[in-house]
């Protein structure tokens, strides 16, 4: 079936396992490898062609985990000499794409964040379908009957099958992910204020965000409250708070806080990131807190400098 752009409808068609997706996606790795050299922290062929036995489209899933996007339209250049073209239409904020024909089989290669949810949950989703030969076998049995009552709307075939995904990684997938901050304070008009901020899923909390490969606790909370406010800070890393949540139901999340002081500087929020800074006194500030923990957080830094201010008037 054609579009009007010429382009082909692929339906959506299952094949019986076959060894050279093992082969074409060595064979990718090895492309990929020779292009990213030290910046692909990790290379795997995921989705379906990757689990020996099991039923798929003929399409082969390469995943290349790098440390952030900063560096990679760098290698654009080469990979198209080498076939494999970036497609930015498809690009999302947490994954780079690109395609290849290269093959006889489609070939994607998904570029992601290393220790980010998307590379964790390809990684875990696959390794689990290959070693838990009931989840494989319900897997198949699902994606058979998707694709003989979506045969022509692969976007159906897709989301049909992302409920389960989500069960696997729920129930069978044990999926961690860490982040440091700081709770960011300055005195001003002798008072202690704080810094809070509103971030992207609308909720205020501290400055901080995901460690990046290779990265110490105290680099990533000095570079995510850059990133987030612009401002250079001080850390005190006497002062450590952790808590733990689940995002999605799936990832096991932990957020340790230092505390920071500043005494120059204008806070600025990071664009698309952050959508409100605030300095506050420490009631306003707690006001403004959306979850318990982060309080909990707030009372231990008060505590902690209220008692530091105590020692240094003594
Ligand atoms: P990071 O800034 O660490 O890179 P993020 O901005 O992607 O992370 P989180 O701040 O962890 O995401 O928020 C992810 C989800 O978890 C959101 O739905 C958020 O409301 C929820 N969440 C955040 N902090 C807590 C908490 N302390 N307790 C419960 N849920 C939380």
């Not at 198209?80 to 690009?91: A, I, V």
């Not at 049909?160 to 990684?169: A, C, M, P, Q, T």
Request: hydrophobic letters at 30%; glycine letters at 6%.
């Amino acid at each position: 079936m054609e579009f009007a752009s010429g382009q082909k409808k692929e339906s959506v068609r299952l094949q019986p396992y076959n060894p050279e997706w093992a082969n074409i996606g060595e064979l990718v790795k090895k492309d990929m490898q020779s292009v990213f050299l030290q910046t692909a922290i990790d290379i795997r062929h995921i989705g379906s062609t990757a689990v020996p036995g099991l039923k798929a489209r003929p399409i082969i899933d390469i995943a290349v985990a790098v440390r952030d996007f900063k560096n990679i339209p760098q290698f654009y250049g080469t990979l198209d000499e080498l076939g494999y073209h970036h497609k930015p239409e498809s690009d999302s904020e947490n994954r780079i794409f690109l395609y290849s024909q290269k093959s006889k089989f489609n070939i994607y290669v998904h570029i992601v964040i290393h220790g980010k949810t998307l590379w964790n949950s390809y990684v875990a989703f696959c390794d689990c379908l290959k070693k838990d030969k009931e989840v494989r076998r319900k897997y198949e049995e699902l994606k058979e009957s998707l694709a003989s009552r979506y045969t022509f709307d692969r976007r159906a075939y897709s989301s049909g099958k992302s409920e389960f995904v989500r069960r696997v990684l729920r129930t069978k997938c044990d999926i961690k992910e860490r982040s440091c901050g700081a709770v960011v304070w300055r005195m001003r008009g002798g008072r202690r204020h704080y810094i809070i901020i509103k971030n992207r899923s609308g909720h205020n909390g501290f400055p901080k965000g995901h460690m990046e490969y290779g990265e110490s606790e105290e680099e990533t909370a000095e570079r995510e409250i850059l990133e987030e406010t612009s401002l250079k800070v001080t850390l005190d890393t006497s002062f450590r708070s952790e808590y733990r949540y689940l995002v999605d139901g799936y990832i096991h999340k932990s957020t340790l806080y230092f505390l920071a002081n500043y005494s120059e500087g204008t806070f600025r929020p990071q664009k698309g990131e952050v959508y409100g800074i605030w300095l506050l006194p420490y009631e306003e500030a707690y006001e403004q807190l959306d979850y318990e923990q982060d309080r909990r957080v707030l009372r231990l830094a008060e505590k902690r400098l209220a008692h530091d201010e105590a020692e240094k008037k003594r």
